[in-house]
């Protein structure tokens, strides 16, 4: 048996998790620079705010309603994910995180379905009063049905916050009262192929063939397919590391004219994506620097900087990949007044750091800069996040995201540590 634990309206119960005064109240959280909704409470839903609605344009509808506004805060959000994460490790002995706010279990052999349904039960209060943050969890034979069952447990508050698909009569209702465009597996490409063919909820998928299911939905189709039928064959396993690691930022307003500003923001994409490697222990021998002018504007001149740097020697140091991006842009940046929307750094054609091939004319020494990337890793570590940082980084806050609405980072910087004072 597979569980599927899934954090409700994840951004918003992160922000009520330290403003209790808006449980029951309407939340929404913005995307980078405020642009728009991309997290809504329960309380938001009903009074129509959609996913991806432009902040401005509803703006005046979320001040009539009193809807709490927040910005994007990363930070919080990814330290309560782990903490989250933490607490569901110790329910099972393998755990996949599948996302920032979703996780499998793996409660094979762990007892029969009455002692599992107690145990679930419990594991989703203790998660909830532990963190503050509420989940759902879904539990059946496949991965599939599992992640179908938590959003039933999500919708019907009967279910205690843990929905079980455990036999084939609950497997043939909750197929057959389910759409098939929320299957996961199906891509919104199919949805209108499937109606045109009279498919409509995931119990009319299940009733086609195999061979059929082939044709029209290729074999990730089959194996959703066989999935919904109890038939586990879903693996959801990281790759061995990642192919690419991409750090970009919109800018906000009109946009970055100076090349100190772009440059100062390049150079902090580059560190970010160093980081990043060496976390994932892996090292990178290609990096792109772009940065471009906005493509909806025709009443500014436009520009756009793209360009690819092979490395001689495959690396994850901060200081030789900063150099390189920094190096790249100042070399195609161009005068003439461009005002650039967004800039990024990408480090890609990745290989694991111990397996590097060398370059007889290397100059540099990979010993003592493998050694002092270790010790500013540690102490940034100690002493938090860019404690020891590039000159060329800076500390200029024009190309950071607009951010108006933003939370405090309540579980990661000691500044913004709750008090609580006696009267």
Same mark, same amino acid.
């Given at each position: 048996?597979?569980?599927?634990?899934?954090?409700?309206?994840?951004?918003?119960?992160?922000?009520?998790?330290?403003?209790?005064?808006?449980?029951?109240?309407?939340?929404?959280?913005?995307?980078?620079?405020?642009?728009?909704?991309?997290?809504?409470?329960?309380?938001?839903?009903?009074?129509?705010?959609?996913?991806?609605?432009?902040?401005?344009?509803?703006?005046?509808?979320?001040?009539?309603?009193?809807?709490?506004?927040?910005?994007?805060?990363?930070?919080?959000?990814?330290?309560?994910?782990?903490?989250?994460m933490s607490l569901l490790s110790t329910y099972t002995p393998k755990l996949d995180i599948y996302s920032i706010d979703e996780a499998f279990l793996d409660l094979t052999g762990m007892g029969d379905m009455e002692f599992l349904s107690s145990y679930c039960k419990q594991m989703?209060?203790?998660?909830?009063?532990?963190?503050?943050?509420?989940?759902?969890?879904?539990?059946?034979?496949?991965?599939?049905?599992?992640?179908?069952?938590?959003?039933?447990?999500?919708?019907?508050?009967?279910?205690?916050?843990?929905?079980?698909?455990?036999?084939?009569?609950?497997?043939?209702?909750?197929?057959?009262?389910?759409?098939?465009?929320?299957?996961?597996?199906?891509?919104?490409?199919?949805? +209108?192929? #499937?109606?045109?063919? =009279?498919?409509? $909820?995931?119990?009319? @998928?299940?009733?086609? *063939?195999?061979?059929? !299911?082939? +044709?029209? #939905?290729?074999?990730? =189709?089959?194996? $959703?397919?066989?999935? @919904?039928?109890?038939? *586990?064959?879903?693996? !959801?396993?990281?790759?061995?590391?990642?192919?690419?690691?991409? $750090?970009?930022?919109?800018?906000?307003?009109?946009?970055?004219?100076?090349?100190?500003?772009?440059?100062?923001?390049?150079?902090?994409?580059?560190?970010?994506?160093?980081?990043?490697?060496?976390?994932?222990?892996?090292?990178?021998?290609?990096?792109?620097?772009?940065?471009?002018?906005?493509?909806?504007?025709?009443?500014?001149?436009?520009?756009?900087?793209?360009?690819?740097?092979?490395?001689?020697?495959?690396?994850?140091?901060?200081?030789?990949?900063?150099?390189?991006?920094?190096?790249?842009?100042?070399?195609?940046?161009?005068?003439?007044?461009?005002?650039?929307?967004?800039?990024?750094?990408?480090?890609?054609?990745?290989?694991?750091?111990?397996?590097?091939?060398?370059?007889?004319?290397?100059?540099?020494?990979?010993?003592?800069?493998?050694?002092?990337?270790?010790?500013?890793?540690?102490?940034?570590?100690?002493?938090?996040?860019?404690?020891?940082?590039?000159?060329?980084?800076?500390?200029?806050?024009?190309?950071?995201?607009?951010?108006?609405?933003?939370?405090?980072?309540?579980?990661?910087?000691?500044?913004d540590i709750i008090v609580v004072k006696a009267k």
């Amino acid at each position: 048996m597979f569980g599927l634990a899934d954090c409700n309206n994840f951004y918003c119960s992160c922000e009520r998790v330290f403003h209790p005064d808006l449980r029951n109240k309407p939340v929404v959280v913005l995307s980078n620079n405020d642009g728009c909704v991309i997290a809504r409470s329960e309380e938001s839903k009903a009074l129509g705010i959609k996913m991806g609605d432009v902040f401005y344009q509803v703006k005046d509808v979320l001040e009539k309603n009193g809807v709490a506004v927040f910005s994007s805060n990363y930070n919080l959000y990814g330290d309560m994910s782990r903490r989250v994460m933490s607490l569901l490790s110790t329910y099972t002995p393998k755990l996949d995180i599948y996302s920032i706010d979703e996780a499998f279990l793996d409660l094979t052999g762990m007892g029969d379905m009455e002692f599992l349904s107690s145990y679930c039960k419990q594991m989703v209060r203790d998660i909830t009063k532990g963190t503050g943050i509420p989940i759902s969890l879904g539990v059946a034979p496949t991965k599939t049905l599992a992640k179908m069952a938590s959003k039933y447990a999500k919708k019907h508050k009967g279910y205690e916050g843990a929905c079980f698909i455990d036999t084939e009569e609950k497997r043939e209702k909750a197929l057959k009262l389910f759409p098939v465009e929320d299957v996961w597996g199906i891509g919104y490409r199919h949805v +209108k192929k #499937l109606a045109y063919h =009279g498919i409509h $909820t995931a119990w009319d @998928l299940t009733q086609r *063939s195999e061979s059929w !299911i082939r +044709k029209e #939905l290729t074999i990730t =189709g089959v194996r $959703t397919w066989k999935e @919904l039928r109890g038939e *586990s064959c879903v693996s !959801i396993d990281e790759p061995p590391h990642k192919k690419s690691i991409c $750090t970009s930022r919109s800018f906000s307003g009109s946009g970055l004219n100076k090349l100190a500003d772009v440059e100062e923001a390049v150079a902090n994409f580059a560190a970010t994506c160093s980081r990043k490697l060496r976390e994932g222990h892996i090292v990178c021998c290609s990096v792109t620097v772009f940065a471009h002018t906005s493509r909806f504007r025709i009443d500014v001149p436009q520009n756009y900087i793209y360009r690819t740097i092979n490395l001689v020697v495959p690396t994850n140091d901060m200081q030789e990949l900063v150099a390189v991006a920094v190096k790249t842009l100042r070399e195609d940046w161009k005068e003439g007044g461009f005002l650039y929307k967004k800039a990024g750094v990408i480090v890609w054609n990745t290989c694991e750091d111990k397996a590097i091939q060398g370059n007889l004319f290397d100059e540099v020494n990979r010993g003592k800069q493998a050694a002092l990337a270790k010790a500013i890793d540690a102490i940034n570590h100690k002493n938090g996040h860019n404690t020891i940082r590039m000159a060329v980084q800076g500390y200029s806050r024009n190309w950071h995201l607009k951010n108006e609405y933003i939370s405090k980072q309540y579980t990661t910087n000691l500044k913004d540590i709750i008090v609580v004072k006696a009267k």
